[in-house]
């Protein structure tokens, strides 16, 4: 099996990911609105759980606990207030990171991940506040200095006092554990596979937080809004993760049982998977994301690893395109036809969707020709597309090495597709070849205004390695290319 040219892109107008053509360009504007509608009603939503939070805090005394009495009973009163705090925030980063389907689409997937990140240096500090100020408050009403409380109040927690410690103190060991082993110098020492195992403790972490905020928390405990409230935010935080983190990927590899049903040697040391399923037209899959693929192999199974599709799907088939970059995707040089595939997703925003405008210019380098050539394929399909309205700009070290040159030929020569194909060594602080960058950095935008005329009036797609795409999208800024039509989606986020 192979997959159709890309001159069979006009045959395959009707049939890209099983939904009819590309949406026409008249549509494009309302479909941005409807995304920014969605960011700004999932933003009102993060907000008012906070708001609701500090709101039920304060209507219940926490306010004038805060400002007035003895000074223990203030440091109480603070540490009811950061644990409330950093927990709503701890149950808002499980909703970024599990891969809800309105978050992804809004969003996209990294910088979703980005948001986790950042509420997580606010959530942790928070829920650590409000350990030490209620240990030492508690200590202060018994007559404790802070240093014997900290020693003694503990154990007299732990013994039995309040209810439910123990359990509140192991998902805090578990938190510090998740965050610690997540700065960058730790989670580079850690394999991918034995990252990913700690961090999902964080779902037990929240788990075992449970009982002791519904039973000991004074702002919780015999306040049934309250508490409603509460219950009503754990439950659907656990239902959202459940549902799309673990079941739906689940049903998904069961429905389309999915298997490699060839392996193709592109250039040395890159490969292509071409898969093959059950019902693939029903999987909502479009080009320009990614899923996690897990192979049923020995030294495979053990982990899912990100790629994007590299073909735009048509219903029947699947194909991925990997580099071999360390030991895993090594492995996939050498995975034999036949092997099932585990899938999660799809996941990510780099898709047509974000479309702002009728001409689009794609820019890749190395292995993100990937989604790069997977999103000119559907764009091609669009019968509604004028020739030479998709441009692809494809930046290589030379035309030897360059992965799809041939398929990028034939879509140049029976589709249209504007075709921009730089090799050669980089100019000093630039991105293009010396002979595009000759008058240094400064001037990579007059040299892609040169290459793209009419550039201001495309929407960008970017992907490559990370700083690479830094210079690329501080040249398009600097071309004058508005922000909201420079599109990346970035796997290192």
């Known amino acids: 099996m192979s997959f159709p040219p890309s001159s069979a892109v006009g045959d395959r107008r009707d049939v890209i990911g099983g939904r009819g053509p ?136 732990l013994s039995g006092a309040v209810p439910d410690m123990l359990t509140a103190f192991a998902a805090m060991g578990l938190l510090v554990v998740v965050a610690v082993t997540s700065v960058a110098a730790a989670r580079r020492r850690l394999s991918r596979e034995a990252w990913h195992v700690v961090h999902l403790t964080g779902y037990a972490a929240v788990a075992l937080s449970v009982p002791h905020q519904l039973s000991a928390g004074s702002d919780i405990a015999g306040h049934p809004v309250t508490r409603l409230f509460w219950l009503a935010l754990y439950i659907a935080t656990a239902g959202a993760v459940l549902v799309f983190r673990f079941l739906l990927p689940l049903v998904r590899s069961l429905r389309h049982t999915l298997t490699v049903e060839e392996v193709v040697h592109e250039a040395p040391g890159v490969v292509s998977l071409h898969l093959r399923g059950r019902a693939l037209h029903r999987l909502p899959v479009r080009a320009g994301q990614f899923l996690q693929w897990r192979f049923l192999t020995p030294g495979l199974w053990a982990a899912a690893h990100p790629w994007s599709i590299s073909a735009a799907p048509d219903g029947q088939h699947l194909r991925i395109t990997v580099r071999d970059l360390g030991d895993h995707s090594r492995r996939l040089l050498n995975v034999r036809p036949g092997t099932r595939v585990v899938i999660e997703g799809p996941y990510g925003a780099f898709t047509a969707e974000r479309r702002t405008r009728r001409r689009v210019l794609l820019i890749a380098a190395g292995i993100g020709i990937t989604p790069i050539r997977a999103l000119a394929e559907e764009l091609l399909a669009d019968s509604d597309t004028p020739p030479g309205d998709i441009s692809v700009l494809y930046r290589g070290a030379q035309m030897e090495t360059m992965v799809f040159r041939c398929e990028l030929e034939r879509m140049s020569t029976d589709a249209g597709l504007r075709l921009l194909m730089l090799t050669g060594p980089s100019g000093r602080g630039s991105w293009l070849p010396l002979q595009h960058a000759a008058w240094g950095r400064d001037d990579d935008a007059a040299a892609l205004h040169h290459l793209v005329p009419g550039l201001r009036d495309h929407d960008v797609y970017v992907c490559g390695p990370a700083a690479w795409m830094d210079l690329v999208e501080s040249a398009l800024r600097a071309a004058g290319v508005p922000a909201a039509q420079i599109h990346d989606e970035r796997f290192t986020a």
Do not use: K, N
């Open 22 to 157: 590309t949406r026409p360009t008249a549509s494009v504007a309302s479909v941005s609105r409807a995304r920014r509608r969605r960011a700004d009603a999932l933003e009102i939503a993060a907000v008012a759980v906070v708001v609701a939070t500090a709101g039920f805090f304060l209507a219940h005394g926490g306010g004038h606990d805060l400002a007035s009495g003895p000074a223990a009973g203030r440091l109480v009163a603070l540490g009811r207030l950061t644990g409330l705090l950093g927990t709503a925030l701890l149950l808002l980063q499980l909703l970024l990171a599990g891969r809800l389907p309105w978050v992804d689409r809004t969003y996209g997937h990294d910088r979703a991940l980005v948001a986790h990140r950042h509420l997580s240096r606010v959530a942790l500090p928070l829920l650590l506040a409000h350990a030490g100020a209620i240990t030492v408050g508690y200590a202060a009403q018994d007559g404790l200095s802070p240093l014997v409380g900290w020693l003694v109040e503990p154990v007299r927690l």
